[in-house]
């Protein structure tokens, strides 16, 4: 069983940057995929970003890609997401997920039915 644990979340200005990391625990961290999903209020869970589990592959969605970038330290069992020139419609709770290593495409990082385990969420609120 995998327990995941978000932090790094609070309240910033447009423009500004965040990192959220997510610790996990109870499995070998280096055989899981992981990801980085959002949901803002109103709004179904969106994908934001994954990498495989040596980090080699990584994907994002449209809406972040050039601004957040994903990494994995595996001897630390962490992933961070790393949030720059954070705009006000990135404001969301968002979690981090673990799935067990698969060998394919971004059609088991970009859908969260492919993740087994989900931490509680870090809320992040960007200010205009």
């Known amino acids: 069983q995998v327990q995941l644990v978000e932090s790094g979340g609070g309240l910033v200005q447009a423009g500004a940057s965040l990192r959220l990391s997510c610790a996990a625990s109870?499995?070998?961290?280096?055989?899981?995929?992981m990801g980085w999903f959002r949901q803002a209020p109103g709004k179904e869970r969106e994908f934001v970003a994954g990498?495989?589990?040596?980090?080699?592959?990584?994907y994002y969605a449209d809406s972040v890609k050039g601004r957040f970038t994903i990494s994995r330290d595996n001897a630390k069992n962490t992933s961070y997401l790393q949030m720059n020139s954070l705009k006000p419609e990135d404001t969301a709770i968002y979690y981090c997920a673990a799935g067990y290593k698969v060998y394919g495409g971004s059609y088991y990082y970009t859908r969260g039915n492919m993740y087994g385990y989900w931490g509680q969420g870090t809320q992040v609120t960007v200010s205009s």
């Open positions: 109870g499995g070998t961290f280096s055989d899981y995929r």
């Open positions: 990498i495989s589990w040596s980090g080699e592959q990584t």
